[in-house]
């Protein structure tokens, strides 16, 4: 084991050796295995967009293998799915790459201001398949926040309780945050953590901008000087907000982006801040098989070089 992983796991010092070879797993899989650093292919768009909006762009996509195979393919840390999708493959890619059961999830039909996530897999389909963690979607601005608190607690205790590593999606959303705060610099930074005082070993959150949406927290940003212009700068915030970077944040990939190098650049910004690596979803899949190996091979490159030498 390296050294930087050894000091990742010791500052989760509360956890049982089971959590802890299990988060061991996942830094020390794939091209990027012992470097701190992560990529994960996520695949829950189907139940969260629908399929044609998800796969269409990429009809092999359709096919719950092709996932399975991708992550392989390009050394992804882990592959990450709710219960259906794992268990069309969980049996045929058994001990080939870590996994990680979505246990919530949402669906696009219904156009909800304050959204909410049903409970749609448990700790144990997650022990059943073989997986190293469960992961967990909450929606702090949400109306229905504290419930989403409330569950989270109880499968955090269970996941651990048998050996599991735990990972949050943070995603700021609801009736009390306009479209703008959503991906506020104060927001993220809040929801990160929220994220880490729920227990979690892993963090998803979105990039953030450099707008401040609470007038209480624009007055300590001002006051304090705290940079946040770059997007390397609010990288660095967002971590910091996780225990001064004492648990693991990664980024989400967001929405298909044509241009390569834009998102070669976001990925250069979070590891030029910090940031513990992507889980990028769309920006894989929706692209051909080739390009996105092609890609997600760059994004591993960044991410094993020292910050701002890609």
Not at 106 to 115: G, H, T
Not at 147 to 153: A, D, L, S, Y
Not at 229 to 238: D, Q
């Amino acid at each position: 084991m390296t050294p930087r992983v050894k000091e990742i796991l010791s500052w989760y010092g509360a956890d049982n050796p089971g959590s802890l070879s299990n988060l061991a797993r996942l830094l020390n899989h794939g091209r990027l295995g012992g470097t701190g650093k992560m990529v994960i292919l996520p695949v829950d768009q189907g139940f969260e967009h629908g399929p044609a909006r998800s796969f269409a762009p990429n009809p092999p996509a359709y096919n719950p293998l092709y996932h399975f195979e991708l992550a392989i393919e390009a050394g992804c840390n882990a592959y990450a799915a709710p219960l259906g999708f794992l268990e069309a493959g969980a049996r045929d890619f058994a001990g080939e790459i870590p996994l990680i059961l979505k246990c919530n999830d949402n669906d696009a039909l219904l156009d909800d201001k304050d959204p909410n996530q049903a409970l749609t897999s448990s700790v144990q389909d997650a022990l059943r398949l073989g997986c190293c963690a469960i992961g967990f979607t909450i929606y702090p601005g949400s109306a229905h926040q504290l419930e989403m608190f409330q569950q989270i607690r109880a499968y955090a205790e269970e996941a651990k309780r048998h050996g599991l590593a735990v990972i949050l999606w943070s995603y700021p959303r609801g009736s009390a945050l306009s479209k703008q705060g959503e991906t506020a610099i104060d927001v993220i930074g809040y929801s990160a953590q929220i994220a880490a005082q729920l227990g979690a070993h892993i963090i998803k959150v979105k990039l953030p901008d450099a707008f401040v949406e609470q007038e209480a927290a624009r007055k300590v940003y001002t006051a304090q000087k705290i940079p946040v212009a770059t997007p390397a700068e609010r990288v660095r915030h967002v971590v910091d907000c996780a225990f001064a970077g004492r648990r693991i944040v990664i980024f989400s990939g967001g929405p298909t982006i044509s241009d390569e190098n834009e998102l070669l650049d976001e990925i250069r910004a979070i590891h030029a801040g910090g940031g513990f690596g992507s889980i990028i979803g769309r920006n894989s899949f929706q692209r051909q098989r080739k390009d996105a190996l092609s890609m997600l091979g760059k994004i591993m490159d960044i991410y094993a070089g020292p910050p701002g030498s890609a």
